[in-house]
């Protein structure tokens, strides 16, 4: 389980290879909004949205510390899509979370005044993960993502779905302290 100052989902290492970690996420309760995109501007376009409920724009006014990482994922519009839903091109939007609060439930929290808003619980999971820092780029996660993917396919493990880009740091954070993340489903348990 990681130690932060701020909170974040509980998760377990579970190996390392080539440079990216294996993790075992505990279940956790999610806020999310789909935005239009496109995909640098689809943060800026849910953080409102998604502030407003963790800041007390809910039934009961209740308000929540901020947690990390937000994350963001291309949302396809069908599943039958052939072609693989990348950073850039998402017919379907940008899915953007905020995480809730350890002891936060979808069930126990608050109702969103906003409608746009959802509640939804996160079940237990594998996923590959690669760090980095520097600016939020398509050029710096489109790099990262293909060592990411290039290590899963040398050490014979497989994905599902869209990668998820995990952001840990405000905006105004220097680049080179920025803490981003790549993470890509695995399809079987390690």
Known sequence: ????????????VLREVAGIELRQ?????????VVPGPA???????????AGYIFGKNKGERKFAMTA??????????????APVTQSAAPGGFLV???????????????PLDARVQLREVL?????????????SASNDGEHLAKLEAALRAA?????????????NAPFTPWFMRRNEIWLRLLAPQ
Do not use: C
């Not at 995480?99 to 109702?111: H, M």
């Open 40 to 50: 640098d501007e689809a943060g800026s376009q849910a953080f409102p949205i998604l």
């Open 25 to 33: 996420y505990a279940a956790y309760a999610v806020a999310e909004v």
């Open 124 to 136: 237990p999971e594998q996923v590959a993960v690669i760090r980095y820092s520097g600016f939020w």
């Open 156 to 168: 014979d493990l497989a994905w599902q779905g869209a990668p998820v880009y995990s952001r840990y």
């Open 97 to 111: 979370q905020f995480v809730l609060p350890k002891g936060v439930t979808a069930a126990n929290a608050p109702e």
């Open 69 to 82: 990482p937000v994350t963001q994922a291309a949302v396809p519009m069908k599943l039958e899509m052939t």
């Open 1 to 12: 389980m990681p130690s932060h100052a701020t909170e974040e989902p509980e998760y377990q």
